[in-house]
């Protein structure tokens, strides 16, 4: 099982990289952005391991639909993707907030709920509510934007505003682009036979002053799916919903007694169980995009995305 968990390229004009838990950011002459997904694995903030067969791809190939799927509505900072792992874009400066939207009580925020808390990032959650329940309206809970191996942290709309993290005029062009995408995602989800409950957004300004769409969207690092089907009999029973997210993977840590909290230690994964979390991560993607995916050749990974990269900035 061949993976890519780092890169160390030196491409054409290159002026700088950024290591994130996932992707690694190439920054090249001409505001140009090479973004490499990896097959590295992140949760609860934490980078597990080993790489995960194939997630690189799957992640690229999913954010790279949904860009085009929802260009008509926010403007996005994508411009061709040469490599199945690889995607091109416009150097934005990124606002230091991630825009999470949450349309169902579930993951951190059913945990919080469980809590007794009723208020998330400044938020008020309706009473009476259990895990999995639909909001009344979808609800959104910023995070402020963590580096490698830190922990994103809650943060309401004023303390953004108040700390001057994000200006109250862009963080309403945010709020707005949010909901918008949101609504896209859902729409789509909908037609696979999915539910969207929760996801994030990242966005940056381009050099003009733009207010661009940045990043991963809908994919499964970035969202929490449901299957429609037997959702409303699962909550009445009061079932675990069935979920193609990698909110599975989260549950198995947690069993092995791993929530990233200071002092536990990463569990390790076998060989066995990896690839059945590759196997979740394809089925995910043949869900949300309705298409059969294609493997792409791995014995030479780091080659082959070398020389695609090459290749689109020699004919561009």
Not at 160 to 187: C, H, M, P, W
Not at 214 to 225: K, L
Not at 242 to 249: P, Y
Not at 273 to 292: K, N, P
Request: with cysteine.
């Amino acid at each position: 099982m061949h993976t890519i968990t780092e890169t160390n390229y030196n491409f054409p004009g290159q002026q700088q990289v950024y290591k994130g838990k996932v992707r690694e950011v190439y920054t090249l002459q001409d505001d140009l952005l090479v973004m490499i997904a990896t097959d590295r694995l992140s949760a609860f903030d934490v980078v597990m391991p080993k790489g995960i067969p194939y997630k690189g791809q799957i992640l690229n190939q999913i954010a790279t639909k949904m860009m085009h799927d929802t260009q008509d509505l926010v403007p996005n900072w994508l411009l061709a993707t040469p490599d199945p792992n690889v995607a091109v874009g416009k150097k934005c400066e990124p606002f230091k907030v991630e825009m999470v939207i949450r349309g169902y009580l579930a993951g951190h925020a059913a945990r919080e709920y469980k809590e007794g808390k009723r208020t998330l990032c400044g938020v008020q959650m309706p009473e009476g509510m259990q895990e999995n329940d639909k909001f009344p309206e979808p609800i959104i809970t910023p995070a402020t934007k963590a580096e490698m191996g830190d922990h994103d942290e809650d943060i309401s709309k004023e303390d953004i505003i108040s700390k001057n993290i994000v200006s109250a005029e862009d963080y309403a062009v945010l709020e707005e682009y949010t909901q918008k995408l949101f609504a896209r995602g859902s729409e789509i989800a909908k037609e696979r036979g999915l539910i969207l409950v929760d996801t994030k957004y990242e966005f940056g300004k381009d050099k003009e002053g733009n207010i661009l769409l940045i990043d991963e969207i809908h994919t499964p690092d970035s969202s929490r799916y449901f299957y429609a089907e037997g959702y409303e009999e699962r909550q009445k029973k009061g079932e675990q919903q069935k979920q193609l997210s990698k909110e599975f993977v989260r549950q198995w840590l947690i069993a092995e007694g791993f929530q990233g909290k200071p002092g536990q230690k990463v569990p390790q994964m076998s060989d066995d169980y990896i690839g059945t979390v590759s196997d979740r991560y394809i089925e995910l993607f043949e869900h949300i995009t309705d298409s059969a995916f294609k493997k792409s050749e791995t014995e030479n990974i780091e080659l082959r995305i070398e020389e695609n990269v090459l290749n689109w900035l020699k004919n561009r």
